[in-house]
C-alpha cells in the first residue's frame, strides 16, 4: 500500500501519524494513482459504497420504529408508513435502495466480465466481491421477510425450504431455521438480527475490496498492465473524484425517480395483505434481482438438483478467473468473447424474464435452455476461447493509441499476446 | 528424515488440543441448539378438531404447530378413483389404505413437499391439489402425481377421539 513515504506538514500532524498513520492512509486514498482511461462503467464502485452507506443509515433509521414480532411487524411498518414523520420516505428510500444496489452491482460485475477485471491479479479482490454478493442476496432476503406480508411469509417459507433439499438432515436444518416447524415469530426476530447485522458485514467486506483493489490498481479498458504512477495514470483525487461524483448525480436521479414517482413498481401488491399462514398466493415470484437464479431452480424438474444448480450457478462465478484461459483482459481485443459476451447478458436477462413467467409450457422449454446456455457458457466457452481465439495486437501503453491513432501491429507488445 | 520419538511434551499439547476442543464444542452447542424449537413451540404440539358437521366432498384446514392440516371427507369417487391408482404409476408409491385409515376421511398436511406452499383443493390433472408456486399437481390421496415435489403430501399422526373428534399429533 505503501506507494509513496508521507509526511504531514504540521507538527501535531506529524505527532499523530506517528502514533496512527491516518494521515498516511488518506495520503495514499487521494493520491491513489488511477489509469486515466477509465470510462463511465468504472464509476460504479463508488456509486455501490454510496448505495451501501444509504442502506445502513436508511436502515438504521426504520429499525427506530419498526417491531420484529409476527403480531406487530406488519402494523408496524404500516405505522411507519402513515404516522412517523417522514417514514414514507424513508421506507420507499430503504426499500428501492435494495433494487437500486441490485441494480448498480449487476452493471458492476458485467462491467468485470466485459473488460476481464477477475483475471490475475485480481482475483482475490474478484472473489471478495462474489461474497459481498452472495451477502447482498442474504440481506435483501432477510429485510423482504420483515414486513410480514403476504409475500415475506411465503417468499421465507420457499428460501428456507431450499435446505430441505439436503438429504439426511434437511429437515433438522430447516426447523433449526425457522426456530419451530413453520415459518413464525421464532423466525422473524433472528431474521431481524441478521437483518442488521450483514450490512455491517459488507462493510467490513468493502474494506478488504478496495485494499486489494489498491494493491495492483484499477484495471482499464484497455486492460493492460500499467505503470504507476505514470503518464497513463491521474490521482484519485480530484480527477475519479469529480468523475465518480458526476456519476453518481446521474445514478441519483434515476433513484429519485423511483423513490418519488413509482415507489412500488418494484414491489408485489401481495405484501400488503398481512402474512397467512393458511393461504399461499397464487402466484410466487421472487424480487426482480433474484428471477435468474430462480428460473434456473425452476429449470430443474428434480428437487435437490435444482437447488444445486441454482447454488452452482452463483458459485460458478467464484471459479471464474480459473475457467477464461484467455491472458487477453480487455474483450475490446478479444472479438470472439466480445459475441459471447452479449450472448451471455441476453441469456440472463431471458432467464430474468421467464423467471416471473409461470413455469410451463414455452416458458419452461425457454428457461431450460438458457440454463444449459449459461452453464456453458462459463464451463465450455470460456476455457476452450482461450485457446481458439485469434485475439487483436494489444497496444505498449494507454498513452500510445491516444497520440499514435488506433491501436496497430507495429504498437503490439510480444509474440507472446497471441494466441493461435 | 528420521522417525520422530513421541515425546512428553507432544502427548500434553495433544492432550491439550483435545480438552480445548470439547470445551469450545461445549460453549458453541449451546448458542447453536437455542435456535432449535424452544419449549412453548413444542408445547404446542397436539390440536383436536370436531369433524361433526362435515359433508362428504368438504375439506377444512386446521393450523397445527403453524402448518395448514387438509381435512377431507371424500366422496365415493374420490375414494375409488385414489384406490384404482396402481403403485407403479407413482412416483411415491403409497398405497391409499395406507394413507387413509378410514378410507373416508383424509387427513394430511398441506404443505407441498417441494418448498413448502400451501396446495389448492381441488385443482390439477388428478382431480386433488394444485400447489400454484412450482406446479406440483397431487390426486385424490395427496400423492405426488406431475411437477417437481419429490413426495406424497405428509400424514401426520392423528386418531379419532370419537366419531366426531379427530386429534392430530
Not at chain 2, 388428478?126 to 411437477?147: A, L, M
Request: net charge neutral.
Amino acid at each position: 500500500m505503501s506507494d509513496h513515504e508521507y509526511t504531514p506538514k504540521s507538527k501535531f500532524g506529524k505527532w499523530f501519524n506517528d502514533r496512527l498513520p491516518l494521515l498516511t492512509l488518506a495520503s495514499h486514498l487521494t493520491d491513489y494513482p488511477t489509469p486515466k482511461n477509465l470510462n463511465y462503467w468504472w464509476t460504479f464502485g463508488g456509486i455501490l459504497t454510496f448505495c451501501l452507506i444509504t442502506q445502513i443509515v436508511t436502515g438504521l433509521v426504520l429499525a427506530m420504529h419498526y417491531i420484529a414480532h409476527a403480531d406487530m411487524a406488519f402494523d408496524s411498518v404500516e405505522h411507519i408508513m402513515r404516522n412517523v414523520n417522514y417514514g414514507w420516505l424513508i421506507r420507499y428510500i430503504h426499500a428501492n435502495g435494495a433494487s437500486m444496489f441490485f441494480l448498480a452491482v449487476y452493471i458492476h460485475i458485467f462491467r468485470s466480465l466485459f473488460y476481464g477485471s477477475y483475471k490475475s491479479p485480481r482475483e482475490i479482490i474478484w472473489i471478495i466481491g462474489i461474497i459481498i454478493y452472495l451477502l447482498m442476496m442474504a440481506a435483501a432476503f432477510l429485510g423482504y421477510v420483515l414486513p410480514w406480508g403476504q409475500m415475506s411469509f411465503w417468499g421465507a417459507t420457499v428460501i428456507t425450504n431450499l435446505f430441505s433439499a439436503i438429504p439426511l438432515v434437511g429437515e433438522g436444518i430447516v426447523t433449526w431455521l425457522w426456530g419451530g416447524y413453520s415459518v413464525d415469530n421464532p423466525t422473524l426476530t433472528r431474521f431481524f438480527t441478521l437483518h442488521y447485522l450483514i450490512p455491517f458485514l459488507i462493510l467490513g467486506l468493502v474494506v478488504l475490496h478496495i485494499w486489494a483493489l489498491h494493491v495492483p490498481g484499477n484495471n482499464n479498458p484497455v486492460g493492460i498492465d500499467i505503470k504507476k504512477p505514470s503518464k497513463d495514470t491521474v490521482p484519485f483525487h480530484p480527477y475519479i473524484v469529480i468523475k465518480d461524483g458526476f456519476a453518481l448525480l446521474m445514478f441519483m436521479i434515476v433513484f429519485a425517480f423511483f423513490v418519488f414517482y413509482t415507489p412500488n413498481i418494484l414491489g408485489h401488491a401481495d405484501n400488503y395483505i398481512e402474512a397467512n399462514p393458511l393461504v399461499t398466493p397464487a402466484h410466487i415470484v421472487p424480487e426482480w434481482y433474484l428471477l435468474p437464479f430462480y428460473a434456473i431452480l425452476r429449470s430443474v424438474p428434480d428437487k435437490l438438483l435444482g437447488v444445486v444448480a441454482m447454488l452452482s450457478a452463483i458459485l460458478i462465478l467464484a471459479a471464474l478467473p480459473w475457467l477464461d484461459t484467455s491472458k487477453i483482459r480487455s474483450a475490446v481485443f478479444r472479438p470472439l468473447y466480445r459475441q459471447f459476451y452479449w450472448i451471455l447478458v441476453a441469456d440472463v436477462l431471458i432467464l430474468g424474464y421467464v423467471g416471473a413467467m409461470p413455469a410451463e409450457g414455452l416458458y419452461l422449454l425457454v428457461a431450460r435452455v438458457a440454463t444449459a446456455y449459461y452453464f456453458l457458457h462459463f464451463l465450455v466457452v470460456l476455457p476452450i476461447l482461450g485457446y481458439k481465439e485469434k485475439t487483436l495486437p494489444v497496444p505498449l501503453s494507454i498513452t500510445e493509441p491516444v497520440l499514435g491513432g488506433s491501436p496497430n501491429l507495429a504498437m503490439a507488445k510480444n509474440k507472446e499476446n497471441f494466441k493461435d | 528424515m528420521s522417525e520422530k520419538k513421541v515425546k512428553r511434551r507432544d502427548f500434553l499439547f495433544t492432550a491439550t488440543y483435545a480438552v480445548g476442543a470439547v470445551g469450545a464444542a461445549a460453549v458453541v452447542w449451546p448458542m447453536i441448539d437455542q435456535m432449535n424449537p424452544d419449549a412453548s413451540v413444542k408445547a404446542l404440539a397436539s390440536t383436536e378438531v370436531d369433524i361433526s358437521s362435515m359433508n362428504p366432498g368438504k375439506t377444512i384446514t386446521v393450523l397445527w404447530r403453524g402448518k395448514p392440516v387438509f381435512i377431507r371427507r371424500r366422496t365415493q369417487e374420490e375414494i375409488a378413483e385414489a384406490k384404482a391408482v396402481k403403485l407403479e404409476d407413482l412416483k411415491h408409491p403409497e398405497k391409499d389404505e395406507d394413507r387413509a385409515k378410514d378410507p373416508e376421511w383424509l387427513v394430511m398436511l398441506g404443505v407441498c413437499t417441494h418448498l413448502g406452499c400451501v396446495p389448492l383443493d381441488q385443482k390439477g390433472d388428478y382431480n386433488g391439489w394444485f400447489c400454484p408456486c412450482h406446479g406440483s399437481h397431487y390426486d385424490t390421496s395427496g400423492r405426488i402425481r406431475k411437477g417437481p415435489a419429490p413426495t406424497n403430501m405428509e400424514i401426520p399422526e392423528y386418531k379419532f377421539v370419537n366419531t366426531n373428534t379427530i386429534k392430530i399429533g
